[in-house]
């Protein structure tokens, strides 16, 4: 189990970009696969993108690919999430979350959880 801290969220405007951090505490990071959710008013929360341990496989919802990008740094136990050409459907807020099991993660059943940064898309 690892502490994650969200940043990066803020208001934009559609077609803008946002990079979102999610700064991990803990010794096993490297080893654990990392992911971002988001949860709009109203509605539940869902996967966003997931990120493999070491990088190598990724995930991204429908509705983001080709517009997010996830990515780690595991020397600086920081996850991103690049957000380009944004809309204002996806203002939500937006959680980090961990897991050692990288399908656990793209599901959504994972250990850890940040407590979120808002994203806010202006139209």
């Known amino acids: 189990q690892v502490q994650l801290v969200e940043s990066g969220g803020g208001l934009v405007q559609a077609g803008g970009s946002l990079r979102l951090s999610c700064a991990a505490s803990g010794r096993t990071f490297s080893n654990y696969a990392m992911g971002w959710f988001r949860q709009a008013p109203g509605k539940e929360r869902h996967s966003v993108a997931a990120i493999s341990w070491s990088g190598s496989s990724t995930y991204y919802a429908d509705s983001v690919k080709g517009r997010f990008t996830i990515s780690r740094d595991n020397a600086k136990n920081t996850v991103y999430l690049q957000m380009n050409s944004l809309k204002p459907e996806d203002t939500a807020v937006y959680y980090c979350?961990?897991?050692?099991?990288?399908?656990?993660?793209?599901?959504?059943?994972?250990?850890?959880w940040g407590q979120g940064t808002q994203v806010t898309v202006s139209s």
């Open positions: 979350a961990a897991d050692g099991n990288y399908a656990r993660v793209v599901r959504g059943t994972v250990v850890s």
